[in-house]
């Protein structure tokens, strides 16, 4: 299940690993198929175990040493959980979204669902091609989005249905592009608005600068050719934010 995109998919499951994404866990009263844990865990780890415990979730002490081997970090914490994958589908209603278009770097991606959990996104959309979101390294960097975003992916005609939609009213489809479009502080984000975000490498897809109803950077006074996609993300969703408390 940590290495195996395929095998997540099909059990429909997903690993937290540590002990701030297993209060995380707690907290959000997400159902837990399964707590594994060794003799190394902290006391404040023990305490969570306790906890999952008396709530009913299935709860086992493995051999540290094996459980060492099935982390997928340097430095494991002696305890993981098994959670089932959310089915996550856009809210009824919603007014910030922020689209992922194939994001490959898994830290980047995690990265961005923390940032999206932050400024208040109603859900996250990536789109065919972008790296698997529940793989251990994006839930790692996510730090608990997961338990808190509907995630979800969906094809460029279903995001620009998405958008259309009349409720109250359309959604504007704004893009990222570092080569051009209005200065990010220039733009208007207080309306109803589906922000795309697009591949390190690539940039975003034609069909994304196709159906775009504008197109927003951010200005770059030193010499550096662009951003982090995570950054530039995370600069964008704020500045959203800063609009919308003025």
Same mark, same amino acid.
């Given at each position: 299940?940590?290495?195996?995109?395929?095998?997540?998919?099909?059990?429909?499951?997903?690993?937290?690993?540590?002990?701030?994404?297993?209060?995380?866990?707690?907290?959000?009263?997400?159902?837990?198929?399964?707590?594994?844990?060794?003799?190394?865990?902290?006391?404040?780890?023990?305490?969570?175990?306790?906890?999952?415990?008396?709530?009913?979730?299935?709860?086992?002490?493995?051999?540290?040493?094996?459980?060492?081997?099935?982390?997928?970090?340097?430095?494991?914490?002696?305890?993981?959980?098994?959670?089932?994958?959310?089915?996550?589908?856009?809210?009824?209603?919603?007014?910030?979204?922020?689209?992922?278009?194939?994001? #490959?770097?898994?830290?980047?991606?995690?990265?961005?669902?923390?940032?999206?959990?932050?400024?208040?996104?109603?859900?996250?959309?990536?789109?065919?091609?972008?790296?698997?979101?529940?793989?251990?390294?994006?839930? #790692?960097?996510?730090?608990?989005?997961?338990?808190?975003?509907?995630?979800?992916?969906?094809?460029?005609?279903?995001?620009?249905?998405?958008? #259309?939609?009349?409720?109250?009213?359309?959604?504007?489809?704004?893009?990222?592009?570092?080569?051009?479009?209005?200065?990010?502080?220039?733009?208007?984000?207080?309306?109803?608005?589906?922000?795309?975000?697009?591949?390190?490498?690539?940039?975003?897809?034609?069909?994304?600068?196709?159906?775009?109803?504008?197109?927003?950077?951010?200005?770059?006074?030193?010499?550096?050719?662009?951003?982090?996609?995570?950054?530039?993300?995370?600069?964008?969703?704020?500045?959203?934010?800063?609009?919308?408390?003025?």
């Amino acid at each position: 299940l940590l290495e195996n995109r395929k095998d997540r998919q099909q059990e429909k499951v997903f690993v937290i690993e540590g002990v701030r994404l297993a209060e995380e866990a707690l907290k959000s009263e997400s159902q837990i198929e399964l707590v594994l844990y060794s003799a190394e865990l902290s006391t404040r780890g023990l305490a969570l175990v306790a906890q999952f415990s008396a709530m009913g979730c299935p709860v086992e002490e493995m051999d540290a040493g094996i459980l060492r081997s099935l982390s997928d970090t340097e430095t494991p914490q002696g305890i993981l959980a098994v959670l089932p994958q959310p089915v996550s589908e856009l809210p009824k209603t919603w007014d910030l979204l922020l689209v992922l278009d194939r994001i #490959r770097d898994p830290g980047n991606l995690g990265t961005m669902l923390r940032s999206a959990a932050g400024a208040g996104v109603q859900a996250v959309v990536l789109t065919p091609g972008s790296v698997d979101a529940f793989s251990p390294k994006v839930v #790692r960097a996510a730090m608990g989005a997961h338990l808190r975003l509907p995630i979800l992916t969906l094809d460029w005609p279903e995001i620009i249905a998405a958008c #259309r939609q009349s409720d109250p009213q359309p959604a504007a489809l704004l893009v990222a592009d570092s080569a051009g479009g209005d200065p990010c502080w220039d733009a208007d984000l207080r309306q109803r608005l589906a922000l795309v975000i697009g591949s390190e490498a690539d940039g975003p897809q034609q069909a994304a600068l196709e159906a775009a109803n504008g197109l927003v950077h951010i200005p770059m006074p030193g010499k550096a050719e662009s951003l982090n996609a995570a950054v530039a993300a995370a600069i964008l969703l704020y500045e959203v934010v800063r609009q919308r408390n003025l």
